[in-house]
């Protein structure tokens, strides 16, 4: 297969239908994921979990060959764009477990090149992004916003909605130096929606508070029930 446009590390909720619409757009998409279940439920066409409309794209993806899976992050370097959607649970109420996005950070330190981008799609602490490219630069020795491009590209839409608001929610880019929103936006500007080029700290507020809000927005109405339960 060609190399990829796009490499997606994690293939769960919020990864797994940005790849295939990615591929759906034309782009071809290499997906890396460690459970091998999930692998094998991709190169059968079978979505591992319900996301809206989501089978129909896989097919699509499979068929047109514009998807390739694999299990080793290194090979997510033969992409010019990388884009990370591991998960990050809570350790406690404020504090998030970075463990797997540094695995596979010391996993691709070694195997990334000169113009290629880094792009953070979990949810993340503010100062997670520029800690990142600080991390590339005394590592390798890279210029981050010239010479290799980091962002954070918050992931904010809703379960089971993602075909829909993929091409219509404004996408938040927070690239650190001169080029890296540039680059990232180009990326993301083949779904159609608006793009908004922030810092990394505020795209990465953005998405801590956008999670705040939908909280919010489920507790509320429960604790009202359990007042009113309890009159």
Known sequence: ??????????????????????????????GVDKDP??????????????????QELLER????????????VPDAARAPHVVITLGTPSFSHIEIDMRDIRAALDDLLPVLEPGQSLILRSTIAPGT????????????????????FVAHAPERIA?????????????IVGGVGERSGEEVAKLFSVFGAPIVQTTPAQAELAKIWTNILRYTEFALPNLLMMDCEQH
């Not at 279940?37 to 989501?54: I, K, N, Y």
């Not at 993806?61 to 080793?72: Q, W």
């Not at 992004?129 to 290799?148: H, I, K, M, N, Q």
């Open 61 to 72: 993806a499979a068929a047109s060959g514009r998807l390739e899976v694999s299990d080793a």
């Open 37 to 54: 279940e999930r692998l094998r439920a991709v190169q059968a066409a079978t979505m591992p979990f319900e996301e809206t409309g989501t």
């Open 1 to 30: 297969m060609p190399s990829p446009d796009v490499s997606i590390i994690g293939l769960g909720r919020v990864g797994l239908p940005l790849a295939l619409s990615f591929a759906d757009r034309g782009l071809r998409v290499l």
């Open 159 to 171: 379960a089971g909605r993602f075909l829909e608001e993929i091409g219509t929610l404004p996408c």
């Open 129 to 148: 992004t520029d800690f990142v490219a600080g991390y590339l630069a005394r590592r390798r020795g890279f210029e981050v916003g010239s010479e290799v």
